[in-house]
């Protein structure tokens, strides 16, 4: 069975754990201190906390059914947050981690779900007992 107990899933959950405390800590801060200012992109980035944190347990666990389905949520979410920050910038006067398909954290939002989802796919003969 492949878990994330050691290489490359280990390192995989420690990703998704940083963008889930990165994206929740800057949502928590941004609602508190300024919600009036862009109140649809920190929902949005609270939202997106959310999603990594969901993943990054689902992943540690080996809860291979909801790891899919949260990350699969997560790329639907960053590929249409980007496009919407690209067509109006308006509704994100500030930035968010998948806005502008995560531009400011060097794209890694885009491909996270894109590895991720690779990952369970590569490892998804180990899941059943096979080798």
């Known amino acids: 069975m492949s878990d994330t107990s050691h290489g490359f899933g280990r390192v995989l959950v420690a990703v998704y754990a940083v963008f889930a405390l990165a994206a929740?800590?800057?949502s928590i801060v941004q609602l508190l201190t300024k919600a009036s200012d862009a109140p649809f992109a920190y929902s949005?980035?609270?939202?997106?906390g959310v999603i990594y944190i969901v993943a990054t347990v689902a992943l540690?666990?080996?809860w291979r059914q909801l790891a899919l389905?949260?990350?699969s949520v997560e790329l639907l979410g960053v590929l249409t947050t980007g496009l919407l920050s690209v067509l109006d910038d308006s509704l994100f006067p500030d930035q968010t981690v998948w806005?502008?398909?995560g531009e400011g954290y060097g794209f890694v939002?885009?491909?996270l779900p894109l590895v991720g989802l690779w990952w369970l796919r590569r490892t998804a003969s180990g899941a059943d007992g096979q080798s």
């Open 69 to 71: 389905i949260t990350i």
């Open 24 to 26: 929740s800590a800057r």
């Open 99 to 101: 806005s502008g398909f």
């Open 60 to 62: 540690a666990r080996s």
């Open 44 to 48: 949005l980035s609270a939202v997106a």
């Open 109 to 111: 939002p885009l491909v």
